[in-house]
């Protein structure tokens, strides 16, 4: 190929592009319900709207929970570029390819990739591991605030001493001390709060990571104009130069 002359790759199949819309519509509708849970009282939000918030929130989450699963399913299965070994820092000369890309950046020219170049690894391995942590933490608070799926029913029957009288479990209500048992309960609180110690901050690093993904998307896009944006639309990158992650 020469210089300057574009060529079209395909790159991102559906289900990639799939998962990161639906990854980004979850994680607008959490962040959305999130900021309001924990402003509740600013807001003006009483008890059973703040129950409504969490149920809306909780339901948000099990549909980013699924697309996550599948997501990293994906990444043993999909193709070339959807795969784990493409898109973490991981594998050998991994380092020497950073070094690379950004000597070529500070050059002004960087080497070419049709997946994501060794320096955006690192950050999509991070947003990963964030996304991961809140899922986890999501779900086991699901279960501690509101008694639902996965963890709910073993929850309720620990805070209730209940064990398999499901009668009782059945008056159990989300917000309400009512039918529990009260040593029960504070240690189910007890239990509950490095989870939701985690799902908080995280959520905050997440945001900051968010807006960092962005920054350097529309970065990556001016310096190589290689289409990195409409790809998660077509499924297609252009490049003016032999991409290094071609074969």
């Known amino acids: 190929m020469s210089d300057n002359e574009l060529k079209y790759y395909s790159v991102w199949d559906r289900t990639t592009r799939l998962f990161h819309w639906i990854n980004v519509i979850c994680i607008i509708g959490l962040i959305s319900v999130g900021v309001v849970i924990l402003n509740y009282k600013v807001l003006g939000v009483n008890n059973d709207g703040k129950l409504l918030l969490k149920t809306v929130h909780v339901y948000f989450g099990y549909v980013f929970v699924l697309n996550l699963i599948w997501r990293l399913v994906w990444g043993f299965i999909g193709n070339k570029y959807s795969r784990w070994k493409a898109i973490l820092p991981i594998g050998k000369g991994y380092w020497r390819s950073v070094s690379e890309y950004v000597a070529g950046a500070k050059a002004g020219e960087p080497p070419q990739y049709l997946g994501h170049n060794p320096v955006a690894k690192l950050m999509v391995g991070f947003l990963f591991l964030l996304l ?60 509950r709060k490095p989870f939701i110690t985690t799902h908080v901050y995280s959520f905050y690093v997440l945001l900051i990571s968010i807006v960092l993904h962005i920054a350097a998307v529309v970065l990556i896009e001016v310096r190589e104009k290689n289409g990195v944006v409409s790809a998660m639309f077509t499924g297609n990158k252009v490049v003016s130069k032999k991409p290094v992650d071609l074969n």
């Open 132 to 191: 991961v942590t809140q899922a986890t933490t999501g779900l086991v608070l699901a279960g501690t605030d509101l008694y639902l799926p996965p963890f709910g029913h073993e929850i309720a029957e620990w805070v209730t001493g209940s064990g398999e009288e499901h009668d009782k479990i059945k008056n159990l209500k989300p917000g309400s001390k009512d039918d529990v048992d009260s040593e029960a309960y504070a240690e189910m609180r007890k239990f």
